[in-house]
C-alpha cells in the first residue's frame, strides 16, 4: 500500500505544472519525498528502519499537500 501512495504522489507531482508556488515550501516537500523514498527502498531491499504501519503514515502525510493542490487545481480550472 506505501508503494502505491509513493507512486500516487509521483503521478500528482509530474501531473501538476507548478506543485507550490513558494520555493522554500517547494524544497521542502522535495526534500521530504526523496527521503520516504530512499527509506522505502532501504526498508523493502535491506533492513526494517521503521514499522510499515509508520511508514504507510509518513507516506499519506507527504503526498497528503500535493492532493490538496490537484483538488485546487481542478476547481480553479473548474469556473
Same mark, same amino acid.
Given at each position: ?32 519525498? &526523496?527521503?520516504?523514498? @530512499? *527509506?522505502? #527502498?532501504?526498508?523493502?531491499? !535491506? +533492513?526494517? $528502519? %521503521?514499522?510499515?504501519?509508520? &511508514?504507510?503514515?509518513? @507516506? *499519506?502525510? #507527504?503526498?497528503?499537500?500535493? !492532493? +490538496?493542490? $490537484? %483538488? ?8
Amino acid at each position: 500500500m506505501t508503494f502505491w501512495m509513493i507512486m500516487t504522489g509521483l503521478f500528482m507531482l509530474i501531473l501538476l505544472e507548478k506543485p507550490f508556488e513558494k520555493r522554500s515550501s517547494g524544497l521542502l516537500f522535495l526534500i521530504s519525498y &526523496l527521503l520516504l523514498i @530512499a *527509506v522505502y #527502498v532501504i526498508q523493502t531491499t !535491506f +533492513v526494517e $528502519l %521503521v514499522p510499515d504501519g509508520f &511508514l504507510m503514515m509518513l @507516506a *499519506v502525510v #507527504v503526498v497528503f499537500p500535493l !492532493f +490538496v493542490r $490537484l %483538488v485546487q487545481s481542478s476547481l480553479r480550472n473548474r469556473t
